[in-house]
């Protein structure tokens, strides 16, 4: 097998199909959360549609999350007069159904019943307004940051992704993130890490493209800027790609490469599994991993 072939496997390994048992959970759930919206915010009758992975067409089996965007006129008022106030409210009308965590721009669902309890649904219900009445770029609120709000744009992050043509080292690149344990890197930022490195180079094979990105990550990290595609001068993602993580990236390519040169890709990302194998280890590691994060009603 050569090593484009094997990351062939690997991708088809990682997959999930509209009729795969995790997209048909987090559709269902959709289902019941547009319909809490719908109903809360009927006045107002927000745009709710797929963001993040599901939209951008990079989302990966080990790690996916969906995003439901939730956004309302720029001139409405009943959802809330400030994007604090949509933050919060929204936050309350999901809060009869679901444990609702909050994080900088988004709210994540958990399970809220003696049966589900702490369950994570993999959904994150994002709230925001638009700008004009041109309803294409969006303000959201921010919890955490020097100010309140972040001007971005979905559809020019997803046209970003689809141009690049780039959707399989992607989630080749993310696999690897999560295999490699590289938590401090926000996945947005690790898209358009991908994209700067590789979008000049004119190569099908993912072996090559992938050998590359990691070759440019070891040697001139430092050097590599990424900007907010929707907003380049107003969100600074230099936070979120700084020094330490630089390093961390620069270190654990270099254990990538080293790998290759002894041709052995599977030290990367690991052997080919046959399907029901991979079934099997995959919800043995959702229900280990559910017994140990999960808090008991009791407990609080």
Known sequence: MTPNEYLQKILKQQSLSNDSPEIKAIRKEKEIVEEILRKEFSESNPTIRYGGSKAKGTMIKESYDLDIVCYFKHDDKNAGDTLKEIYANMKQALEDK???EPKTSALRLKGKDTDNFQQDFHIDVVPGRFVNDKNYDVFLYQSIGDKEYLKTNIEKHITHISDSGLHNVIKLIKYWKIRWG???LKTFVLELLVIKVLESINNERLDELLTKFWQELKDNVNNIKVEDPANPIGNDLSTHF??????QLSSISRGALDQIDNDNWESIF?????KDEYNN???TTAISSQKRNSAKPWSY
């Open 182 to 184: 590289i938590f401090g």
């Open 242 to 247: 700084g020094t330490s993580i630089k390093n």
């Open 270 to 274: 690991g052997p080919i599994q046959d």
């Open 281 to 283: 280890i995959a919800i």
């Open 98 to 100: 679901y444990y609702v």
